[in-house]
């Protein structure tokens, strides 16, 4: 046997008997979510598109006082800023609890009237902007009104969803049709499409979720809601037990008090009702219009 035969056996005796495992077989097998959560580590490792955060929508104050819904000169403006001062300090002790009274809900305020044309845009308007200059709180503005939207017209935001989007699409997240605003501590909820079932939307449990998400879970959110009026539509009333406090605008001299006593008649026994007489042009002191009322708290704004 020569060199090359002795090398050639040699090999022989060194080969396995069987043929070796394919290779793939040889490396011990990940179990499949191993590998999802690689691919996945992988993909987060991957520079990601930049979410937008849309800027805050503008509050346009001259197109607010075009409206009507702020006082025009300045003079009137420190009036009326003393009034709502008076008319939301009672509001914010309710909905934090130290006025020793409990109202279930007490952080929702509902804004309302019993017929149309009282002033309840102007009043939730103003309280809202006003609420919203609390340190502690933030304020959600809900268009409830739904028929009317005046809140959504005169701040543009017609055509966005709204109130009546989030209730009818169980699709849609509450939180996704809060807009921020320019203004501190302040967010707007637009009213949406009119919907030909939105006394049922308002009455149905889909609600009391929204607003419970809308109410953000805390007591330092405040929601304020301007309704359409309680005599004039079936809604509001709905709208309205939901609420923890309850502010009735009574416009001076044009409400009848027929109107007034059957609004209230409608409202629960455990909310916080306060009236107020609008568009006075009496001093607070010699009105006593609402004398007979007085289980409510009330409060008087001029005409400004
Ligand atoms: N205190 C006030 N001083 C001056 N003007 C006011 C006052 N309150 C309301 N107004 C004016 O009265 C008109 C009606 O007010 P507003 O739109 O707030 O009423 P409303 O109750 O919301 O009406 P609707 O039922 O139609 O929604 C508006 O032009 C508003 O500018
Ligand atoms: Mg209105």
């Known amino acids: 046997m020569n060199i090359v035969e002795k090398a050639a056996e040699k090999l022989k005796t060194l080969q396995p008997e069987q043929p070796l495992p394919p290779v793939d077989d040889a490396v011990p097998r990940r179990a499949p979510h191993t590998v999802e959560r690689l691919q996945e580590r992988i993909r987060m490792a991957e520079p990601q598109p930049a979410v937008e955060i849309a800027p805050p929508w503008h509050v346009d104050e001259r197109a607010l006082q075009r409206a009507g819904l702020l006082p025009r000169e300045d003079g009137a403006g420190g009036r009326l800023a003393d009034e709502v001062r008076r008319v939301k300090r009672p509001l914010l002790d309710n909905a934090c609890g130290k006025s020793g009274k409990s109202f279930q809900h007490g952080q929702r305020i509902v804004v309302t009237s019993a017929v149309p044309g009282e002033g309840k845009t102007f ?60 203004v501190p501590n302040l967010s707007i909820v637009p009213a949406g ?21 809308l109410g953000g879970h805390d007591r330092h959110r405040l929601l304020v ?31 009848r008090q027929h109107e007034v006593v059957q609004a209230l008649e409608g409202l629960g026994e455990s909310q916080y009702v306060g009236l107020i007489l609008n568009m006075s042009r009496l001093p607070a002191i010699e009105n006593h219009y609402y004398s007979h009322y007085n289980h409510y708290s009330h409060y008087q704004f001029q005409d400004q």
């Open 225 to 255: 809601f301007d309704s359409a009026p309680l005599l004039a539509t079936p809604e509001s009333p709905i709208l309205a037990t939901h609420m923890g406090q309850v502010l009735m605008v009574v416009g001076a001299g044009r409400t």
């Open 193 to 213: 499409e009119r919907h030909p079932l939105t006394a049922e939307l308002f009455g149905g449990r889909r609600m009391q979720y929204v607003l419970e998400e």
């Open 123 to 182: 009043t939730a308007m103003n309280l809202a902007l006003s609420l919203a200059r609390e340190p502690d709180f933030e304020v959600l503005l809900v268009d409830a009104d739904i028929p009317k939207s005046d809140i959504t017209q005169v701040l543009g935001l017609q055509g966005r969803a709204g109130l009546m989007e989030v209730l009818a699409d169980e699709r849609r997240r509450p939180a996704d049709v809060i807009v921020r605003t320019d």
